[in-house]
């Protein structure tokens, strides 16, 4: 018999206790502990057999296209049978769009059951007219108990299963509320003993709130086996999706989408994208390349070095790592003499992009020089190259698929570290290898 036991549990961060507390000792919330019933199962699940690894094969690692290859890339190359995908992201930021796009690819496999808790059928349907999708193997259940899900999902045998929102679910066992972390634990679980049992992808649409008053999808991470973020500003049309983890694929590719009226378009040249709206002969403004998994992006790095009039210098990184920029002011000052101490600087990467390459450190370098001494760099030239602390320019890797990407877009010059400096050869560009820093100022700013 399944033995039923109360604990108090954060709403948070999902720190259990056997006693209420006022404040979590685990992520230093307030008043965020709430009573939970735990179901804890003495007799196992099931009896396993051992198997030998080469006997076992490899079926089950089928792979479905959804038709939207950003989404198929991010996934690492289309959706695993029998996978649980989460997909997080704030309200509003385009995931039901999403996954009702996909679901028309998905249609191929069979019947998808899409269970809205969220909105009414009559919404869906709107959006639905809206994005174009009329598609009768789209079967919608307006259902947010587990069991009423579980019990159509068998009647049904869908061949998808889209969760929407896993807040709305709710499995009647339970004393919480919907959106605890027990709730959304107990429903993420027994729906995904459901879909690997019928080897069917599940996906599963989580909201994500600063406060942490709704639980999270970050108590789930670790029950999927793909977490794919969206990301991006409300005021930007440009969507993100990046994967955060796979079990299945590679978690540096990213899915570049623009939302329009008629739903998410990919954007299949993100490159030309970000480089859209580069100002002219500005100084402050480089533009590097990063690898984002497979693919080349060519992005604008900005930099505003200003007086400082308080005391204490602000340095502000949007996009970029905090202690990199700190870490590579450290080095202008050392190395090329710059003395910035006093000096307030914002470094900004164009297009609400996020990138954790050490390749861009170049790119940054630039653009701080380049503002401070308020003069530009030319628009056909670009850099990339990771900065040591001693000054050095260090090589990074797949230096020929970057160096491509920007002769593709009509790049006239290169500054890259001289180890990847034999990367161009074959192509119609001036390539210059240095070895440090200054050098590499040199000729950005003759
Ligand atoms: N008529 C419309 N024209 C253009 N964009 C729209 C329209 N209706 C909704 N949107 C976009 O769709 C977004 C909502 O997408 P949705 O998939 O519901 O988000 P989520 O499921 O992540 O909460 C809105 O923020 C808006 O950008
Ligand atoms: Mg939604």
């Given at each position: 018999?399944?033995?039923?036991?109360?604990?108090?549990?954060?709403?948070?961060?999902?720190?259990?206790?056997?006693?209420?507390?006022?404040?979590?000792?685990?992520?230093?919330?307030?008043?965020?502990?709430?009573?939970?019933?735990?179901?804890?199962?003495?007799?196992?699940?099931?009896?396993?057999?051992?198997?030998?690894?080469?006997?076992?094969?490899?079926s089950q690692g089928r792979r479905s296209s959804t038709d939207i290859k950003e989404l198929d890339r991010t996934l690492g190359g289309g959706v695993v049978m029998g996978s649980v995908v989460l997909i997080g992201g704030d309200p509003g930021i385009g995931k039901s769009t999403l996954i009702l796009q996909s679901m028309k690819g998905l249609a191929r496999l069979g019947t998808v059951l899409y269970v809205s808790g969220e909105e009414s059928p009559e919404q869906v349907k709107i959006r639905a007219d809206r994005l174009h999708i009329h598609c009768g193997?789209?079967?919608?259940?307006?259902?947010?108990?587990?069991?009423?899900?579980?019990?159509?999902?068998?009647?049904?045998?869908?061949?998808?299963?889209?969760?929407?929102?896993?807040?709305?679910?709710?499995?009647?066992?339970?004393?919480?509320a919907p959106g605890s972390v027990g709730?959304?634990?107990?429903?993420?679980?027994?729906?995904?003993?459901?879909?690997?049992?019928?080897?069917?992808?599940?996906?599963?649409?989580?909201?994500?709130t600063k406060e942490g008053a709704i639980a999270g999808p970050k108590v789930l991470e670790h029950i999927v086996d793909?977490?794919?973020y969206f990301e991006g500003d409300k005021g930007n049309p440009f969507r993100i999706l990046r994967a955060v983890k796979n079990r299945f694929g590679s978690t540096n590719e990213i899915g570049v989408f623009e939302m329009q009226e008629s739903g998410l378009m990919e954007v299949e040249n993100p490159s030309q994208l970000f480089l859209s709206e580069r100002p002219e002969n500005v100084p402050g403004s480089v533009v590097t390349v990063s690898l984002e998994g497979t693919r080349p992006l060519l992005v604008e790095?900005?930099?505003?070095?200003?007086?400082?009039?308080?005391?204490?210098p602000r340095r502000t990184a949007l996009g970029v790592d905090y202690n990199r920029i700190n870490l590579l002011i450290a080095v202008l000052d050392?190395?090329?003499?710059?003395?910035?101490?006093?000096?307030?600087?914002?470094?900004?990467?164009?297009?609400?992009?996020?990138?954790?390459?050490?390749?861009?450190?170049?790119?940054i370098i630039a653009a701080i020089v380049s503002s401070f001494r308020?003069?530009?760099?030319?628009?056909?030239?670009?850099?990339?190259?990771?900065?040591?602390?001693?000054?050095?320019?260090?090589?990074?890797?797949?230096?020929?698929?970057?160096?491509?990407?920007?002769?593709?877009?009509?790049?006239?010059?290169?500054?890259?570290?001289?180890?990847?400096?034999?990367?161009?050869?074959?192509?119609?560009i001036d390539i210059s290898g240095v070895k440090n820093v200054e050098e590499a100022v040199e000729l950005l700013m003759f």
């Open positions: 018999m399944p033995r039923a036991k109360i604990l108090y549990q954060c709403q948070s961060c999902g720190y259990a206790s056997p006693k209420w507390l006022g404040k979590c000792p685990d992520c230093g919330q307030w008043n965020s502990f709430s009573e939970e019933k735990r179901v804890t199962s003495l007799k196992s699940q099931s009896a396993a057999e051992p198997v030998a690894l080469k006997d076992i094969s490899a193997e789209i079967i919608l259940l307006p259902e947010t108990s587990l069991e009423g899900i579980l019990a159509a999902a068998r009647k049904i045998a869908p061949q998808v299963i889209v969760i929407d929102s896993i807040q709305t679910i709710f499995s009647l066992e339970l004393p919480s709730q959304i634990r107990e429903c993420a679980t027994k729906l995904m003993f459901f879909a690997k049992k019928q080897g069917i992808p599940l996906f599963i649409i989580g909201h994500v793909t977490v794919l790095i900005q930099a505003l070095v200003t007086t400082s009039s308080f005391g204490v050392k190395r090329l003499g710059m003395h910035l101490g006093a000096m307030d600087i914002f470094v900004n990467v164009v297009g609400g992009l996020r990138i954790d390459e050490p390749a861009i450190d170049m790119g308020n003069q530009a760099i030319d628009r056909e030239v670009f850099t990339f190259g990771e900065v040591g602390l001693s000054g050095e320019l260090r090589a990074v890797s797949q230096a020929s698929i970057r160096i491509n990407e920007a002769v593709k877009l009509g790049f006239r010059k290169g500054i890259v570290p001289f180890s990847n400096s034999t990367a161009s050869d074959g192509m119609h």
